[in-house]
């Protein structure tokens, strides 16, 4: 029987035998005890399951991903560290030093630095176009080495929607997959498999953990792309592994494939797991996202609502708001609800919006993005602050734009807050 998305939410992941903890336990243990040599070496091996090192795995983090997992509707999924590290190694895991590949321009300035300065320092280019752009102009951008295509499902500060048909359509026809980020959107709001995606990524700290206590990222695999069918772009998953015994990927793990190098090669390597500690947290909030979802998506709309009202308010952009230019993408692709991050400037420029923000006190002036409490960042002074003139232009992000993340307050006092900032 096929459950509703809030019954996965309180029941995937962990389910206990007889006599067994009702909640998921913390498995708080950096290894794990085994009988024999043989029995340790065929873990290391890949021919048996199990744990050894939580450098790697551990069942607290698994049981975590297998409740993302079914919640995205994907084939296999792993924990890491941070929504960063997610991104890196979804690309990393299929592009290599020589290789290439596409991301939207729109994307999180601090994944757009680790894609644009520090993978380029290790021999792979990414190329950023505009998400905007015709098909016939974005498929230019396609080299014979291009590895993938990523993109936001609702864009990091600018609340831009994806067009996932639009990508995946692009993606496919080049024997490549489509990456996406669905952070803001979290499988409650949107499912990008659905619409052709291949892998979705998270920063689990996010409306996923919902509460800022754990700094996490996900990665989730449909099952859907098929490597043997383009096996000279991924020989990492179609070609034996030496590090293995000579194991290839796709030939042992099928569907799994994919994660399972991720886990046994990367996070082996690179050792980016999240805590069970930290797992333990994000468990205990996804039994919660369908409500708080609703909650924040019903507030930022009145928040969205009373900013156009404002005559202080230069602009304002939330796909929620019928007027939007992405209205009809966010009704075609979240029709029931996008996220609580809406986007807006104060005229008077960017000194202006600064000004704004040092007068409220609900809504606190943060790094932290899609949690409980309402908060807000100045992306040219904070996130993207690395970033030159040129760069911001280019990844839309406006001098006096201001990312707010409306929480699950009464709106209200959320409203009032804002009312007196901008009085």
């Known amino acids: 029987m096929s ?3 809030e019954t996965k939410c309180i029941h995937e992941g962990w389910k206990p035998s007889q006599g067994e903890p009702r909640q998921l336990p913390i498995y708080q243990s950096t290894t794990f005890k085994y009988d024999s040599s043989d029995a340790m070496g065929r873990l290391f091996d890949l021919e048996a399951e199990g744990y050894f090192y939580t450098r790697l795995q551990n069942p607290t983090n698994d049981a975590v991903a297998a409740k993302i997992c079914a919640l995205e509707g994907g084939a296999a999924a792993m924990l890491t560290s941070s929504g960063q590290a997610a991104n890196f190694y979804a690309i990393f895991n299929i592009c ?3 290789g290439h590949f596409i991301a939207s321009s729109s994307i999180y300035g601090g994944t757009y630095n680790l894609f644009g300065v520090t993978m380029k320092k290790m021999g792979i280019e990414c190329t950023f176009v505009d ?14 080495n291009t590895k993938a295509v990523f993109g936001e499902t609702i864009t990091n500060p600018t609340v831009s929607v994806f067009d996932f048909e639009k990508f995946a359509g692009l993606a496919h026809s080049h024997g490549v997959p489509l990456i996406v980020d669905n952070t803001f959107a979290t499988p409650v709001n949107c499912r990008p498999f659905e619409w052709g995606a291949d892998i979705v ?9 919902g509460h800022g206590v754990g700094v996490g990222g996900c990665i989730v695999d449909s099952g859907n792309f098929d490597w043997s069918e383009h096996a000279e772009k991924f020989p990492g998953l179609t070609t034996p592994d030496a590090s293995y015994h000579g194991i290839t990927y796709t030939e042992r793990f099928g569907k799994g494939a994919y994660i399972t190098k991720a886990t046994a090669q990367l996070m082996r390597d690179f050792g980016s797991i999240q805590s069970p500690q930290n797992a333990f947290y994000l468990n205990l909030g ?19 609502r009373f900013l156009q009202s404002q005559e202080q308010v ?3 952009h939330y796909p929620g708001l019928e007027g939007d230019r992405y209205h009809h993408l966010a009704v075609k692709y979240m029709p029931d609800g996008t996220c609580g991050v809406l986007a807006f400037g104060i005229k008077g420029g960017r000194e202006a919006s600064i ?3 040092d007068k409220l006190k609900v809504a606190s002036i943060v790094t932290h993005v899609a949690d409980a409490k309402t908060c807000l960042l100045h992306p040219a002074s ?7 003139d040129e760069q911001l232009a280019e990844s839309g992000v406006a001098p006096d734009l201001i990312r707010l993340s409306v929480g699950i307050e009464n709106a209200e006092d959320i409203i009032e807050d804002l009312r007196q900032a901008l009085q």
């Open 355 to 357: 000004a704004f923000m």
């Open 96 to 98: 290599e030093a020589g």
């Open 131 to 144: 998400q905007e752009l015709p098909e016939e102009e974005l498929a230019k951008y396609f080299r014979p």
């Open 201 to 209: 990524t998270h920063s689990t700290s996010k409306y996923m953990d």
């Open 314 to 316: 230069a602009w304002v």
């Open 382 to 388: 904070h996130t993207h602050r690395q970033l030159t």
């Open 286 to 304: 996804l039994e919660t996202l369908p409500l708080r979802m609703e909650r924040h998506c019903r507030n930022a709309l009145a928040v969205a």
């Open 3 to 5: 459950s509703k998305i």
